[in-house]
């Protein structure tokens, strides 16, 4: 073991001289007959492991703190650090997060901070060099307002973030939704991408994702970068979302905390945009795996005559807002009572279509690992989900053929 730690600290060093970046060493044993008895996990052989090099760590000046506007209108103060070189890479910037990293680091204007690469990938602040602190120095303090739009920031009781509660206004907020909108999982408008709707609403063409439905190829071409067949691609894409069903578009036109789980749990139980708008919180927390949270924030959501307006011209434009003959069409009962998650890459078929099959026979599909759960599906590089479930010993382990074999089990 000497020999091998004294490997280790000649190359914690000499790594600095090799022309490319390295972040460890994997030690085997060396002999086949042992790893052989040592054999295997169902990740990763037990004759090597790898040891990581502590993470390199700079000091540089932090310069300023600026605020960014999410989707959801969670901001998130970010770093602007005087440029330095970290593991093979010049760093500007690091993600603060939230106030109470802010706070936690004791963060000043102008102080020398040191920064280090999360897994050798994401810069990040982990303490101050106070010695360094000038008088005049003062602590920073987090915006009162939306950087984007200067509406009064909130932060909820038992949330570190801070929100800007201007959702339907505040332009990072309203792209973003429409930027979901368009989204793989949602309406799936193929060659709509966010470069051309930040162009869209820049050039006031769209403000929420009922305008997509109004748009022409005249109104297109003038874009950069947009040429005929891409222009009339988008048109065709647009149109054709209007068969996307119900649940989609339900997950689609982002009600907060409707994830697309939710969103096909609530269009089985009701049927149509209106059986949903006139629901009260008690109705939907009826709902299975729907709380108050949930319900309240849906409630919210129809009140706003914003959106009531949007919802109206997105059914006038022909978009899916009533329940399809087959979403709670049910083809066998083999999976009654069984809970099944997927994780890994997957070969045979996609996620959202296993899902699909999950449900179609009967069972319920869960987003996580726990005594709940009946059946883990694995495809390959599957990582933390499989080995917790090995943990916890009474979930059963299938491949995808061995899913299918369940499946068909009529």
């Not at 009572?337 to 890994?344: A, M, Q, R, S, V």
Request: some cysteine.
């Amino acid at each position: 073991m000497d020999e091998v730690k004294e490997f280790i600290n000649f190359w914690d060093v000499e790594r600095h001289n090799l022309p490319f970046e390295i972040d460890g060493i994997v030690l085997k044993v060396n002999s086949l007959k042992q790893q052989r008895q040592l054999g295997y996990t169902a990740k990763s052989p037990r004759w090597a492991m790898a040891y990581k090099f502590k993470a390199e760590k700079v000091e540089t000046e932090l310069q300023s703190v600026s605020y960014q506007v999410g989707r959801t209108g969670a901001i998130t103060p970010v770093a602007n650090l005087k440029p330095v070189l970290l593991a093979g890479t010049i760093v500007k910037r690091a993600s603060l997060h939230n106030e109470d990293i802010i706070k936690k680091l004791d963060l000043h204007e102008h102080d020398f901070v040191y920064v280090e690469k999360g897994g050798e990938i994401i810069p990040k602040i982990v303490g101050v060099n106070t010695e360094k602190r000038t008088e005049e120095s003062k602590e920073i303090e987090y915006i009162k307002h939306c950087p984007e739009c200067g509406t009064e920031l909130v932060k909820v009781e038992d949330q570190a973030i801070h929100f800007c509660p201007n959702d339907l206004h505040c332009p990072p907020q309203v792209v973003g939704r429409m930027i979901h909108y368009v989204s793989r999982k949602a309406l799936n408008i193929d060659n709509l991408g966010s470069e051309t709707i930040e162009q869209l609403y820049r050039e006031k063409l769209v403000e929420n994702p009922a305008d997509f439905y109004v748009l022409t190829k005249e109104q297109l071409l003038p874009l950069e970068r947009m040429a005929e067949k891409s222009a009339q691609n988008i048109i065709s894409g647009i149109e054709k979302s209007k068969e996307i069903a119900f649940e989609k578009v339900l997950y689609g036109i982002g009600i907060k905390h409707v994830g697309e789980t939710v969103a096909k749990k609530l269009v089985k139980n009701f049927a149509t945009i209106e059986e949903l708008k006139n629901a009260t919180v008690e109705e939907l927390c009826q709902v299975e795996d729907i709380g108050t949270k949930i319900a309240v924030s849906i409630v919210d959501f129809f009140a706003n005559p914003e959106n009531i307006l949007m919802i109206e011209r997105l059914k006038s434009y022909g978009v899916q807002l009533i329940k399809g003959e087959s979403t709670n069409e049910v083809l066998s009962n083999v999976l009654e009572g069984k809970t099944f998650l997927f994780t890994g890459k997957l070969s045979l078929f996609t996620r959202e279509a296993a899902e699909e099959m999950v449900e179609k026979h009967g069972g319920k599909n869960i987003s996580a690992v726990s005594k709940n759960l009946n059946f883990l599906v694995v495809g390959e590089k599957a990582g933390s989900k499989l080995k917790k479930a090995q943990d916890i010993g009474t979930i059963e382990i299938l491949d995808e053929q061995q899913f299918l074999d369940l499946v068909e089990k009529q």
